[in-house]
């Protein structure tokens, strides 16, 4: 579980979430800091990550399973309904493991005017999946290419000069792997 603190002034008050069209939305984002939960799919058996290849912007490139939060939403809640909807796998919010809160000022969005860019913070959580459930999985493919999950160790991250978040990630799950000292000869 998230070791966030969350305080309801009415435990029983419920917040509906609400969408809005593209052009509000694109409004909101321009005035507000954007809330999302992220999840990177683990594997610590052999100290991977699997990412998948986004075609979205902000970041069309190797990334991580997301979507924001609706206003009163549970983290864990919020990260189980963004997991699901892009990877139709159906997964327990206890599965969630909170890594770390990140904050990205992205300079382009996919929402016009696309160089308005977005404001973002991301809780971001690790998820250890069988490798029966990682074969399951089927990438939205509005936001992803068809390239599907890849497994990226350390080295693959840095041969594949990935965002440095994704190392800065690989660090927190991984801490006494990610920086090897030399051999002393």
Known sequence: MT???TFRQ???HTMQPKFLSEA???EAMESMVIVNTDVVIIDPATRSLYLAKRKALPHSDWWIIGGRVMAGEPLEQAATRNFVRETKLQVS???FRFITLYRYLWSQRSQEPQDAGSDNL???YALELSADQIKSISLDATEYGSEGLHKF???ALQANHVHPM???LYRRIFPSFAVQAPKMV
């Open 93 to 95: 919010p206890e599965s």
């Open 122 to 124: 991301a809780f971001t």
């Open 166 to 168: 994704l190392i800065d």
């Open 153 to 155: 160790n350390q080295e």
């Open 10 to 12: 009415d435990p029983d």
């Open 24 to 26: 509000v939305y694109a």
């Open 3 to 5: 070791h966030i603190r």
